[in-house]
């Protein structure tokens, strides 16, 4: 399967953004298809000829080939690699610029929300309160991105420490009952009592609970369940979150940890959404040395699970 990509040309150019004869696929068929032409040649001219420099010029001429192609393909993957690293440095520093006017946005609409709220009427309350959950959504987004771009430079940084998941999980979903019964949905949960504490980045794995609740809840349609389980195994503590929603189609279910996959069913249902958040959750849950994985069928629902190692004290 992986070699049949590999020479679909037209995908691999689209998703290069560059044209057919340009890829890596056509330079190494080209590569290939010449070789066999000129050892052919060669075969017959010495047959032919019978003469030793005749046979060695052919040969030289396969190497000088062989040469220019394979320089093509290497100087077309160190162009690739060198691009890839700039767009990753371009996104860490954009992101991280934007933080700090967003922080201020952020804050002044506090302000005004809070302290200077008297001075405003019910509708600029109303606007006021817009902009502040828009901003919100905008750190949000800026935040993932900026996380994306650590990924990719090897560059995330991880605060471990000890914390207790299961208060955090329930800390989580009582946040959220406000928003599942407004629009009907059943949420139920099953946290086992005394659970020992885990070891990881408590930041982080609130953002892979907001993330992985946050998906069954924005999935399910109104009227729907989910429920949130929390208990031990072994060594590790296992964190499960299943949903009656969309579900993801079969033919799909290899893709959903990609950088910005979105499923065909999932951006019909619920157009709000970057395809950031798994790719972030499964990176941060593996580089704390724990496992992320999924059970889905569409139009039935999914299971969202991960594990982390437990406190070692
Ligand atoms: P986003 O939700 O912002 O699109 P994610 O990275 O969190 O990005 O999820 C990637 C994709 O995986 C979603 O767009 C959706 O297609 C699919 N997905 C994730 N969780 C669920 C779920 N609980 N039910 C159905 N599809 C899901």
Redesign the pocket.
Known sequence: MIIINDFNLRKQADELGIKVWQTPGFLFIVMGFVSVVIMTATYFISAYYDNPQVLVISECLVVVVVLIVGTSISRFVGQMANLNRMKSEFVAVASHQLRTPLSAIRWETELLLTKLKKGMNKKQVEKMKNISQLSLKMTRLVNDLLDVARIDQDKLILRKQDFDLAKLTQDMLDESVVAYESRHITVSSNIEKDLPEVCGDVEKIKLVLD??I???F???TSGGRIHVGLARRNKDMIFE?D?N????PEE?VGR??EK????????KY?T??????????KNVVEQLGGRIW?Q?IENV??K?SFSLPIAKK
């Open positions: 993330n992985l946050g998906n069954a924005k999935y399910t979150v949903d929603g969309v579900g993801i799909q959903v940890f910005f996959f979105r499923s065909d069913n999932a951006s619920q709000e959404g970057t395809g950031l958040g798994l790719y972030i959750s999924f889905s629902g999914s969202f």
